[in-house]
Structure formats: structure tokens, C-alpha cells
């Protein structure tokens, strides 16, 4: 989707700090990190949200949130911990409308999230 930030990222249009990548899906540091460690993964097919990612995508959808898995192996830090959230929509604070996961830890969270 040409307008889409995360589209433009997968298409290289715009720089990202890139941690894993295959040809369907993405793996880069979020500009604005939240914990020690911050990292989005995407499908670089564009969906808007969860909301509309069709059933017949959940391999796809496995496939992310096994990459974030390998990352927080990578990262070490799959033993002390981390959260992988999925913002669906206004009310979740999605702010950027391509379906992403974000990787979190390195640090303590607390809960329920804010
Ligand atoms: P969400 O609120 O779930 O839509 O999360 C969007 C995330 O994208 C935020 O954590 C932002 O810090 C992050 N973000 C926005 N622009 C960029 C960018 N150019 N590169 C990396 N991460 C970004
Ligand atoms: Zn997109």
C-alpha cells in the first residue's frame, strides 16, 4: 500500500534498523523504544490491522509470531521474559495501520497494561 510507513520499510523506501527477514515477513527496532528491547514484526503484506487479516492467514500469522519468538531467543531474553502485543484498533493505541507485533523485554512489566 503506497502510503503505508511499514510498507515503505519493507519496500526499503524507508531506512529501519532490520534484526531478521525472509521474503513474507520483517523484523526492525522500533524507532521509539519502549524497553530495552523493542522490536516490530511484520508481515510485509499489507494488512491494516488484525481486524482485517483474513482467516486464511493465520500460517502467515504464526509465521510472525514465531519470528518474534526467535527473536527473543536471539536476544536472550526468552528465559527472563517478554510481551508480544498486538494493538488492534483506536482504542488499543494502534497508531501505525499495518498489522505489526511488537517484542518487548529486558525489563520488568507490569500489568494490566495501561
Ligand atoms: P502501534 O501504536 O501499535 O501502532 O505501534 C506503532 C509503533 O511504530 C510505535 O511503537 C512507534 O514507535 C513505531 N514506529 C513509528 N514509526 C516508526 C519507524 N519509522 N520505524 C520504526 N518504528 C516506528
Ligand atoms: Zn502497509
Given at each position: 500500500m503506497e502510503s503505508c510507513l511499514f510498507c515503505k520499510i519493507a519496500a526499503k523506501q524507508i531506512p529501519a534498523r532490520?534484526?531478521?527477514e525472509t521474503d513474507r515477513i520483517l523484523a526492525f527496532e522500533d524507532i521509539a523504544p519502549k524497553a530495552p528491547h523493542h522490536i516490530l514484526i511484520i508481515p510485509k503484506e499489507h494488512f491494516a490491522s488484525f481486524n482485517e487479516l483474513p482467516a486464511e492467514k493465520g500460517a502467515l500469522l504464526a509465521e510472525v509470531l514465531m519470528t518474534a519468538r526467535a527473536?527473543?531467543?536471539e536476544r536472550g531474553i526468552a528465559e527472563s521474559g517478554y510481551?508480544?502485543?498486538?494493538?488492534?484498533?483506536?482504542?488499543?493505541?494502534?497508531?501505525?495501520f499495518h498489522i505489526h507485533f511488537h517484542l518487548l523485554g529486558g525489563r520488568r512489566m507490569s500489568w494490566p497494561p495501561g
Open positions: 532490520i534484526v531478521h527473536v527473543a531467543r510481551r508480544i502485543v498486538l494493538n488492534t484498533a483506536p482504542d488499543s493505541g494502534q497508531e501505525v
